[in-house]
Each structure stands twice: as structure tokens, then as C-alpha cells.
């Protein structure tokens, strides 16, 4: 499996993640490495601790940031324990953590893992394997009401009612097992005039699933509490996310902090991809960059 994936806003990101060239850096989603092999490309003294809760991930990273690994440590897990994953000797002294948020490519390419509606596979959407909640637990357990909330709030699904009435009818024959299944489930319970606009009709339904499975916003919400007391003064968080939802989530947690004066927002409105950018690589279009500086 190659691990092909894009950075997104690269060049933007160093310039906000970085400002002590001697640093030690945060990689909180390294995904295949790429924004940390240019953070140590670039920057020949700074030190990375790579994590990621994708064990599958780390390995792809092992092997692009090969040619700097006396610089660099690896740790499994998620950044939402990022107090207790890390060294307690490093707390308060990180130079910038990096959030560069959802799935990387490879995730969404290996049909195995089930992300994607475009492939049939086993419905899973695990970013970290080990964990028990998977989008099969979700749509064969879940009441009807639960699902139709999880739709609408996280994949601002408008057919969210209809499509979680389709799937309880659906699993009283049989356990829905496969995302083909799923897929199948959307469409009809969308209206067909309804499908013909707004992308993929099962797009939102996976994205609210996916959501679900890793509790995204929960982890971002801890992660980002736990990076403003692990950082240094003068240390830097970088968020990259690629929905409105977590956007928001940044926003609001980097206004209050400034409120508090926990130091400042570097980024009064979010820095997106340019031109150039979003004609190369899709999944730049939707990218916000935020960040914030520690006092
Ligand atoms: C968009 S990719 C990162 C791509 C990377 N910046 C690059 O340039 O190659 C996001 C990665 O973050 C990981 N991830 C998402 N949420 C996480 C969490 N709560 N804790 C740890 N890793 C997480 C995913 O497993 C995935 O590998």
C-alpha cells in the first residue's frame, strides 16, 4: 500500500508551527509524515515527536522520516491523552503542536478499513484499530433517534430522519455489514431528485459515521486543552481542519483562550489553500489553517 497522501497548506503550516528553529515539535496527526519530513527538512536542529493513534500510519511515517530519525521519536495514541502520552519532562516545554485534522488518504484508499462509500468493505472506520467502536456497532446498535442525531449534527444530513428509518427496517431482516449496504440504504431513502445535487448522496452519512466511530470533535476538544498546557511561551498551535465543525471548534477554543489570556490568535481569519493548491489537490479545497501563540 502506498501511502500517497498530499500535505495540505505546507508551506503556511511551517511558517505558523515554527518559530524556534531549535525546537522541539509536536506532530499530533502524522499521518505518512509529510508535514513532519518538511518540518525537519527545513529546520536542521529541530526535534519531533511524531504521534498518531494509526499504527498503520506511524509505520508509513517510520519510513519517510528515515533520513532524520535520530531526530525523531514515534508514539501511538491518541492526541486527545496528549498530557499523558508524552514524557511528563517534555510538559511546558513543546515549541508548536501541529493538528492536521481526519483521515490521511491511505485510510480513505485501503477499502479494507472502510471509510470510503466508493469501495465495498466490512463497515469499521477505526483511525485507531484497537479501539471497540466501530460504524457496525453503530448502525446495527444504535436506536433510530440516535442515528437520525448523529446525521444531522455531524454530516448535516437533511434525509438524516429517512435514513436512519431505512437502516433500523434494513437491520430487523439482517445485520448491515458492509458499507456497499449502507450505500444502497442512502440512496433509496434519499429522493431521487434530491440525489441529483449535493455531491455523493452517501458522502455525509460517512462523514457523520466516521465522526461517530473516533469521536472527533471529543478528541479535539481534549487534545486542544491538553496542547495549550504542553506548549512553551511563545509556542505555537496549528489546526487544520477540513469541516465546519471542527473549525468552529478551534475558533471558539483559541478566542476564549485569548479571553483568558492564555496568549494570542496568530490567525484572525482562516488561512486557506490558494489557487494552485485546490486545483492539484482536492482535498486542500475545503482546508482552514488556524493558529495560536502561547504566551
Ligand atoms: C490528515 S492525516 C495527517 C497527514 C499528515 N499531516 C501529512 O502531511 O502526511 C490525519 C492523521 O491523523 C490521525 N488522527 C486523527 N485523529 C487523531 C487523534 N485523535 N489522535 C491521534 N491521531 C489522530 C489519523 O490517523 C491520520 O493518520
Known sequence: MSFAHVSVLAEETLNYWVHDVQGLYVDATTGAGGH???????????????????????AAARETLAPYADRVSFVHGNFRDLSTVL???VRGAVAGILF???????????????FSYQHDAVLDMRMDPDSPVTAFRLVNMKSKDEIARALQDWGEERWAQRIAEFIVKARQKEPIRTTGQLVELIKAAIPASARRTGGHPARRTFQALRIWVNDELGALEEGLEAAVHTVAPGGRIVV?????????????????????????????HPVGPDEEETDTNLRARSAKLRAFERE
Open 100 to 114: 492536521d485534522l481526519g483521515v490521511s488518504s491511505p485510510q480513505l484508499d485501503n477499502p479494507e478499513r472502510g
Open 36 to 58: 513532519s519530513f518538511r518540518l525537519l527538512e527545513a529546520y536542521p536542529e529541530a526535534h519531533l515527536i511524531a504521534l498518531d493513534q494509526d499504527p498503520a500510519a506511524l
Open 240 to 268: 487544520i481542519s477540513f469541516h465546519s465543525l471542527e473549525d468552529r471548534i478551534a475558533k471558539h477554543t483559541f478566542r476564549q483562550w485569548g479571553q483568558e489570556h492564555l496568549g494570542k490568535v496568530l490567525t484572525r
Open 87 to 89: 514524557d511528563p519532562a
